[in-house]
């Protein structure tokens, strides 16, 4: 039993090395991240209750209680990843784009060949991923919420593997000054800038 784990030990090594890559190193922090269509840190009103905790991260105290309909300002957010996802290309393919561009027009920044790996490290939004390659974070539309089946269809392009696990952090201040963090808050009004 051992020696099949540092076979196929070898074996994914190997494979990485060859396509020259490697994982992100975790857990992967995107400090500003804000991650879904239109998203933006403002002034938001809670559609529950909703606890806020005096630091960002599992386990941590209570900092207080946000009420129904209560307004807070949401300064400013984090997504930390702590298992990356994986994408393998299929095809030749031109994709990644400079995950902070602002150009319309830009063009993909990788002529991706098959075989190689990408690793993914959270959702953008607009079906776009954060993801890894080579060192370097780039975006695209990329994103499945599960896993592609296996074999892949032969349209495909890119085989979805798995997806990261990710918590998205978000500072948050009431109105009397307290401050403290939710995680994975999609139960505000007035966090999409689309709505």
């Known amino acids: ?10 074996i994914v090594l190997t494979a990485l090395s060859a396509f020259g890559q490697e994982p992100p190193p975790l857990p992967y922090i995107d400090k500003g991240a804000c991650p879904f269509e239109c998203c933006t840190y403002r002034l938001w009103k809670a559609k529950e209750v909703v606890i806020a905790y005096v630091e960002p991260k599992e386990g941590a105290s209570v900092a207080f209680t946000i009420k129904k309909r209560q307004q807070v300002t949401a300064e400013t957010g984090f997504v930390v990843t702590s298992k990356a996802g994986i994408t393998k290309v299929l095809k030749p393919i031109k994709l990644g784009y400079d995950k902070d561009s602002k150009d319309p ?38 994103s499945s919420d599960e896993p592609d089946p296996d074999p892949p269809a032969p ?3 890119l085989q979805v593997l798995s997806r990261p696990v990710d918590a998205w952090w978000v500072k948050v201040r009431t109105k009397e000054g307290r401050v403290g963090w939710i995680k994975n808050p999609p139960y505000f009004e007035n966090s999409d800038a689309c709505a």
């Open 105 to 142: 027009v830009s063009k993909p920044l990788l002529d991706l060949k098959p075989g190689e790996l990408l690793y993914t490290l959270h959702y953008l939004g607009e079906g776009f991923d954060l993801f890894w390659y080579k060192g370097k974070v780039y975006s695209d539309q990329i």
């Open 1 to 10: 039993m051992r020696l099949l784990w540092f076979v196929s030990l070898f």
């Open 155 to 157: 349209e495909q392009n």
